[in-house]
């Protein structure tokens, strides 16, 4: 499937390569490497280098090394990050996939220590010990509604 970004970028940046280059580093949280980006834009991996080479002579994007020696790009400049994100919007769906299975691990190890040791709400049998019985009281306009649609009035009486 060939990507079409807006006709307004592809004038402003020059090119569509270099459009369709730029947005999957625009809308990644981390440096992507060449082959992501080829991959996520649909772009062949020379031309992608190639315009990444020409976007790192001028400042545009930079060149670091992640954790196992490979090149990785991001952007440099946060305001066309931003004008890039607000116009062009292109996320590989492994990112999208990661993102989601980090949630779900996090949820999980929540819930494992909610279950050793789970966060008791406050029992309150002594009702006077309320600062506001207000707050807990239900008006009687409301009783009076509730009785018209059948439904079940306040069991208590009011302060």
């Not at 940046?13 to 947005?23: E, H, K, Q």
């Not at 009785?147 to 079940?152: E, N, T």
Request: charged share 35%; proline share 7%; with cysteine.
């Amino acid at each position: 499937m060939k990507i079409e970004p807006d006709p307004g970028v592809v004038a402003l940046f020059g090119s569509r390569t270099r459009v369709l280059t730029l947005a999957p580093i625009a809308n990644s949280r981390t440096p992507l490497t060449a082959y992501r980006i080829a991959r996520t834009a649909g772009l062949q991996r020379i031309k992608v280098y190639s315009e990444l080479r020409r976007l790192s002579k001028v400042g545009i994007v930079r060149e670091l090394r992640d954790d196992r020696g490979c090149s990785v790009w991001e952007i440099c400049d946060p305001d066309l990050r931003r004008i890039l994100i607000h116009r062009v919007r292109l996320t590989d769906v492994s990112v999208l996939r990661a993102d989601r299975a980090r949630l779900a691990r996090s949820t999980k190890q929540f819930m494992a220590a909610y279950r050793r040791n789970p966060i008791e709400p406050e029992r309150l049998e002594d009702r006077s010990a309320v600062r506001n019985k207000r707050d807990f009281a239900r008006s009687p306009q409301k009783d009076a509604i509730l009785v018209r649609l059948g439904l079940k009035p306040a069991n208590r009486a009011p302060p």
